[in-house]
């Protein structure tokens, strides 16, 4: 008898494909996921039809109330400061 060529193979340290796996994959738990919630189901939109919200909650109207009160305090003060010193001078 001849011995053979080939070489025979030898493992290649990655598990051999068995096709699909007989039971599914467990889901993730809550405690586990960090505080990650699944998007919810209903395609791009979530299950009330609207988009997700992820946008800021800042009241930008407040704000902006808040900075032209500022800026229009800033501007009589600068009024009254020259007024005043016109006066004395």
Do not use: C, F
Not at 6 to 28: F, L, Q
Not at 63 to 84: D, E, K, N, Q
Request: proline residues 17%; charged residues 10%; glycine residues 16%.
């Amino acid at each position: 008898m001849t011995p053979n060529p080939r070489p025979t193979p030898t493992h290649t340290g990655k598990p051999n494909p068995t096709g699909n796996p007989s039971t599914p994959a467990p889901e993730p738990s809550v405690s586990h996921s960090g505080g990650y919630t699944p998007a919810p189901t209903g395609g791009p939109k979530g299950p009330d039809g609207d988009l997700a919200h992820t946008g800021s909650d800042t009241p930008i109207g407040l704000i902006s109330g808040i900075a032209a009160t500022l800026a229009a305090a800033g501007g009589a003060l600068v009024w009254w400061m020259r007024r005043r010193n016109a006066a004395q001078g």
